[in-house]
């Protein structure tokens, strides 16, 4: 059982910057590939960023590309999600999620555990 509780989220004026980080327990962090994935009111949940267990593989969304940057910490079990050039359209609740796999994963049916998310607000 991996238990995820995401912080950072907040309001932030467009062109701002934010830093999630998710907090996972257990002892076998290092195991797991780690994602952010989110989702705005009346939309589907949708993929953001994601990370292999060793740090060595990332992959990121179009929409996010060149502005947010995902990272880990396996010492301090906890995964970050650097969000800068912060835009109105990136509003959303921010997910931290879990599965035990070596490579990226990017498919959100794949992910195991989840977060109970964090708000992100960007205004105009």
């Known amino acids: 059982q991996v238990q995820l509780i995401e912080s950072g989220g907040g309001l932030v004026q467009a062109g701002g910057s934010l830093r999630l980080s998710c907090a996972a327990s257990g002892r076998t962090f290092s195991s797991y590939a780690m994602g952010w994935f989110r989702q705005a009111s009346g939309k589907d949940r949708e993929f953001v960023a994601a990370?292999?267990?060793?740090?060595?593989?990332?992959a990121y969304a179009d929409s996010v590309k060149g502005r947010f940057t995902i990272s880990r910490d396996n010492a301090k079990n906890t995964v970050y999600l650097q969000m800068n050039s912060l835009k109105p359209e990136d509003t959303a609740v921010y997910y931290c999620?879990?599965?035990?796999?070596?490579?990226?994963?990017?498919?959100?049916?794949?992910?195991?555990?989840w977060g109970q998310g964090t708000q992100v607000t960007v205004s105009s």
């Open positions: 990370i292999s267990w060793s740090g060595g593989s990332t």
């Open positions: 999620a879990a599965v035990r796999a070596e490579v990226v994963v990017t498919i959100i049916y794949e992910y195991d555990y």
